[in-house]
Each structure stands twice: as C-alpha cells, then as structure tokens.
C-alpha cells in the first residue's frame, strides 16, 4: 500500500436500491454495485480524506456511523493507508466496533471487538469466531518481511482474511475491488461494473418507487420519517459533540450529516402537515 493510495470501501447489508436512498446523508457520489448476497457496496473517491486532510479511517467512519442509524441495518467500513489497514462496523445506536493492523500485520486492535464484530453480524459463534480469532495473532513472519510485503501485504492479508470469513454472511466483493488499492483505481474498476450505479447528493430527491425505504425518507413526511428524523437528530448531537472533543472532523461531520438531515425531515414532515 502506497502512502499516496489510501482507499476504502462501504459495505451495506442491504440491496443497492435502498442504499441508493439514504446515501445522499454522505454529500457525494459514489458508484455503487451489489456485494452479494443481500449486500452491496459504495466504493468512495477519496476526495474527503485527500482534500479534508482527515485520515481514511475517520473519515469512512463517520460515514458507516450516519449510514447506520439513518437506515435499518450494518454498515461495514474497511479501510487502509501506508501504516495501517481496518474495519468499523456500524449498526444502529450501537457504539461502532472496529479493529486495526500494522502495515506488516501485526495485530493492533482488542480481541474483544472481533467477537463483538461476529455477533452483531450473526456469524457462527464457534467456526467463524475461531477464523477470526486467528486474524488477531501476530504473525511470527512479519518481522522478516521485506520489500514490497512489508510496504503492506500482510495488512491487505488481514483484510483478505476477514472477507473470507464474511462470505459464509453473504458478502462477495465485485472483481476489482481489492483491499490495498488506491481510490482511484477502485472508482474505475467500480465504473467499470454492469450494473452499476451513481448516488445522488443531498439536493436531489427520490421518487417513491425508487427505494423500499422511501417511505422513511424526509421528502415523503410521512410517520415514519419523522420518526426518523427525530432520531437523527437525537444521535446527531452527541455524535458531533463527541466529535469535537476528539477533534475528528470525520466524527463531526457525520454528526453535522445527522441533525441537518434530521432537522430537513422534521421541517418538511411539519411542512406537510400544514
């Protein structure tokens, strides 16, 4: 992995179309492709932590958080730059866990997160457990490496690892998108992809025959959008709080996301019923 390559990949547990309408929280275009089975996959272009100067990994963070409390299900974040690669998993209200290695992958995260991790995704307690067990013990080969696998191989290995156990929940990543590339070149191999799509800004309202969630969503004003809103903007607040105490611009943007998105569906539901 190059320091001039970080990149990152959001992985959705839900069809591309009900990504499609709550990815607007996020504030830019994204290709977006189906990741499997009842998975799909937003491949960022980088702009955010190149030009914002945040970390990768803050950033993709702050983003699954606001994807997973505006919509009914996980958001996976995987992530990597020169000196590290990892996860964050978002679901909900939850605290978000994640897990972290070295370049050389050498673990530096807590066991303790990657069970949490297996059971907020319903995965065996006992087989997939004891694969990811093993993604947190160092290797006795890393301090040897040298070249071009020391520059990041054993991370991306890690990373390669954990998909392998997440197939058993559905996900299969589409050809191209591989851990360790740069955004750049994820971006082409994603436009590349049949099917794909583009989400859509803020600005841009759906239709509501695009999405099953349209019905939650803030231009529809209906119950269960304000519903939602409110609850954005109960999570935005602390979240951009928490954010600014810890100075991650990435946390407090996700919470700024959060409570615009929720004021613009509480305005527009009241709006509605008047």
């Known amino acids: 992995m190059s320091a001039r390559l970080p990149g990152a990949l959001l992985l959705c547990r839900a069809e591309p ?11 830019e275009r994204m290709p ?15 702009r955010a932590w190149r030009e914002g100067g ?5 950033v993709v963070g702050g983003w699954a958080a606001a994807l997973a409390v505006g919509a009914p299900w996980p958001v996976l974040a995987l992530w990597w730059d020169a000196d590290r690669a990892g996860y964050t998993l978002a679901s909900g209200f939850r605290r978000p866990v ?16 990657m069970r949490t991790f297996a059971a907020r995704l319903g995965l065996d307690p006992v087989l997939d457990v004891q694969s990811l067990d093993r993604l947190t013990r160092a290797d006795p080969d890393a301090g040897r490496e040298s070249g071009a696998r020391a520059a990041g191989a054993g991370a991306r290995a890690r990373l390669r690892g954990l998909l392998a156990v997440l197939t058993r929940a559905g996900i299969t990543l589409p050809a191209g998108l591989d851990p360790g590339a740069g955004a750049d070149r994820l971006g082409a191999a994603a436009d590349a992809l049949p099917g794909v799509l583009r989400t859509e800004t803020a600005g ?5 025959d695009e999405s099953r969630l349209a019905a939650w969503m803030p231009w529809t004003g209906g119950p ?3 519903v939602l809103a409110l609850a954005q903007m ?7 709080v928490w954010g600014l105490r810890r100075r991650s611009g990435g946390w407090t943007a996700a919470g700024v996301l959060l409570i615009g998105h929720g004021a613009l569906g509480a305005a527009y539901g009241l709006a509605k019923r008047t």
């Open 98 to 113: 994640g897990y972290v290695w070295l370049a050389d992958g050498t673990p530096a995260g807590e066991d303790e997160a």
């Open 224 to 226: 269960g959008s304000r």
């Open 17 to 27: 179309d009900s990504v499609a309408a709550v990815a607007p929280l996020l504030g």
């Open 234 to 240: 109960a999570t935005g607040l602390p979240l951009t």
């Open 32 to 46: 977006l492709a189906r990741a499997g089975e009842g998975w799909s996959v937003l491949v960022p272009e980088g």
């Open 54 to 58: 945040e970390p990768v990994d803050r």
């Open 204 to 208: 841009r309202r759906p239709t509501a």
